[in-house]
């Protein structure tokens, strides 16, 4: 059973058939502004059938921010012409696909994905090394000594560079959903994570009333412009 995360603005459903599945369904607006406060998803399903120029912006839109869930859409037989590698999507499913052929679609996706992410990765940006194979980070060339959960939640907003996730999602994504404690540890650790980094804590920006991203150095310059503009 997997958790999915359906984007449609539709009054009807995109998929009949995944009305019949045992999977936890969140339904949303097909809109950028709601992205923000979604739920962590297995897969993310985008009702493609009536608008097709926006629903390939909003698959642009997905991948271009770090999207860690596997993408597909939901198209009629007349859509499919319109696709393209461009769409950058997993799979693409039809309106009047049974149940057993959705249920197929979603199982592979997800299990393709897993199998990436099992693969471990070494990330660099900002002057942060991270290498998941050692759990080792460095900062410019200097050890980082950190908890485990410190490491993890590093690791994951450094893999998602300036994408915001919610207290929630952090608590989801670096906890796990059997994490009872609440949204509270993870300002703690934030804190206790800016406070190792030292002169370089502004890596990790608080978005106000939202949660937290990792910066990037060119981000952390143009904020800097916006905040102290040349003068005329």
Known sequence: MAQLLVLSSADDPALPSLELLAHRI??????????????????????ARTDLVAAKSLCRILTATG??????????????????????????????????EVDARIRLAVARDQREHDTP????????TIDE?????KLHGRPLDLTYKEFQ??????????????????LSEVWGYDYFGGTRTVD????????????FEQLIGTV????????????????????HPAPA
């Open 188 to 199: 703690v650790h934030v804190r206790r994570l800016r406070a190792k980094l030292g002169e």
């Open 121 to 128: 990765v070494r990330v660099q940006a900002s002057g942060l």
């Open 153 to 170: 939640l590093l690791h994951f907003l450094a893999m998602h560079p300036s994408r915001v996730f919610t207290r929630e999602q952090l």
């Open 67 to 100: 999207l860690d869930a596997p993408l597909l859409v939901v198209v009629t037989e007349g859509g499919m012409a319109a696709l393209s590698d461009e769409w950058g999507i997993d799979d693409v499913v039809l309106t009047t696909a049974g149940p057993a």
């Open 26 to 47: 969140q339904t949303i607006p097909a809109d950028p502004a709601h992205l923000v406060s979604a739920g962590p998803a297995d897969a993310i399903l985008l009702d």
């Open 133 to 137: 194979a050692s759990y080792s980070a």
């Open 208 to 227: 106000r009333n939202v949660g937290y991203r990792f910066i990037l150095a060119d981000d952390a310059a143009d904020d800097a412009d916006a905040t």
